[in-house]
C-alpha cells in the first residue's frame, strides 16, 4: 500500500488529521461522554468504538480513514479516557457502565449527530460492543468492520485471564498472579475484583497496574516496550483494569454465547473481520466461530500479526476495509 505516513515514512494509515468539533454528550446517570468529530462534515459518517472497554480513544486512530471521504466520530466510552466521571476515582461507583448502557450511548450520540445511519468500527471490546449494537439497531448500521473479535464467552475469559494463556506466557502470567495469593488463584478474576474495587489506592492501584501491564504485554507479536508504557499511567490503567473487570465478572451482562448466536440479525450488512493469526488475547477461534454464524461477513486472517492494531499489518487490511466501503 502506497505510503500515507506524515514524515513520508512507509505506513498504511492516513496523515494525523485533528478534530473539528469536539463535545461533551450527557448521557444520563452523571455521565458525560468525550466526542469529537474529524475528516470531512459531509462524508460517510463512520463511528470508532475503543477496545478495553476501558482504554479510551488515541489520536492515530483517526487515520484509519480517509479524512476526504468520512465522517470520523471518535468517542470516549463511559469511566474512561476524558469521559467523565472517571472510574480511576477512589469511590468510582460502575453500576452505570453496562454494554447496553453503552449501546443506547451509541444510538443517542447518532441521534444527537443527525446521522441516520453509521458504519460502526469495532476492535477487541469494540467488536463485542459493535455487534451487540449492531444486532438491536440493525437499521443504524450501513457496513461493520471488526477486529480481533471478542465476544465475552467464558471460554474467551478463562483462555486469557484464567491460565490458558499461560502455556505462552509463562514469565508474564506469573506477575500477573503475583498479586493474588496461592489460594485465590482458581478464579483470578474474582479475585483481582476484591482487589480492584477496594477504596483503598494502596490496594487497587498495584493491582490494577499488575492486570493492564499483563494485557499490554500481550497485545504484539513481537514486545513493544512503548504501547506497554502508553498503557501503565496510573489513572488511564486504573479506569482500565476497573472497567475490564467489571464486565468481566458480569459476563457482559450477555447470555452465554449470545452474540454468535444472534448473528443472523446482522444479514444484509456489508462487513469485514480482521484477525491476527496469532492473537494470544482473543485467539482467532472466536473470528471462526462468528464467521461460521455470518458467513457472509468476509474474515481476513493476518499470518504475520498478533491482536493490536498498532502492528502494520493489521492497520493495512482495516485500511483496505475501511477504503472498499468509502465509495459505498
Known amino acids: 500500500m502506497e505510503s500515507r505516513g506524515a514524515s513520508g515514512a512507509s505506513s498504511p494509515l492516513y496523515p494525523p488529521i485533528e478534530p473539528y468539533d469536539t463535545r461533551e454528550l450527557l448521557v444520563g446517570d452523571g455521565q458525560r461522554l468525550y466526542v469529537e ?19 479510551g480513544t488515541s489520536p492515530w486512530q483517526r487515520q484509519l480513514f480517509d479524512p476526504e471521504k468520512y465522517r470520523i466520530v471518535l468517542f470516549d466510552q463511559r469511566g474512561c479516557g476524558r469521559s467523565t466521571p472517571h472510574a480511576s ?6 453500576r452505570h457502565n453496562t454494554t447496553w448502557h453503552l449501546v443506547a450511548d451509541l444510538e443517542m450520540l447518532r441521534k444527537n449527530l443527525g446521522i441516520t445511519a453509521w458504519q460502526v468500527f469495532g476492535g477487541s471490546w469494540g467488536s463485542a460492543l459493535a455487534l451487540a ?10 457496513e461493520i468492520v471488526l477486529r480481533g473479535v471478542f465476544t465475552l464467552r467464558r471460554v474467551e475469559l478463562e483462555w486469557f485471564y484464567e491460565g490458558g494463556a499461560e502455556a505462552i506466557f509463562p514469565d508474564l502470567w506469573e506477575r500477573f498472579v503475583a498479586p493474588i495469593p496461592v489460594l485465590e488463584r482458581s478464579r483470578i478474576i474474582d479475585a483481582y475484583h476484591r482487589r480492584l474495587f477496594d477504596a483503598d489506592p494502596a490496594v487497587h492501584r498495584p493491582a490494577a497496574l ?19 508504557a502508553s498503557m501503565t499511567d496510573a489513572d488511564a490503567a ?20 449470545q452474540l454468535i448466536e444472534d448473528a443472523a440479525r446482522l444479514r444484509g450488512i456489508p462487513a469485514v473481520i480482521v484477525q491476527g493469526r496469532y492473537d494470544v488475547c482473543t485467539p482467532a477461534m472466536t473470528a471462526w ?40
Request: aromatic residues 8%.
Open 133 to 142: 449494537y449492531a444486532q438491536t439497531h440493525p437499521e443504524s448500521v450501513t
Open 238 to 257: 486504573t479506569a482500565f483494569a476497573r472497567i475490564e473487570n467489571h464486565y468481566f465478572v458480569h459476563g457482559g451482562w450477555l447470555r452465554e454465547g
Open 289 to 328: 466461530d462468528l464467521h461460521r454464524a455470518w458467513p457472509e461477513a468476509e474474515l481476513v486472517i493476518v499470518d504475520d500479526a498478533g491482536h493490536s492494531a498498532t502492528e502494520p499489518s493489521i492497520q493495512a487490511a482495516l485500511v483496505a476495509a475501511t477504503d472498499r466501503f468509502a465509495a459505498r
Open 37 to 55: 468529530q474529524s475528516g470531512n462534515p459531509d462524508g460517510k459518517p463512520v463511528v470508532f468504538l475503543h477496545g478495553g472497554p476501558g482504554a
Open 89 to 94: 476515582a477512589p469511590d468510582a461507583d460502575l
Open 210 to 228: 499488575a492486570w493492564t501491564t499483563w494485557e499490554a504485554s500481550t497485545l504484539t507479536l513481537r514486545p513493544d516496550p512503548e504501547l506497554v
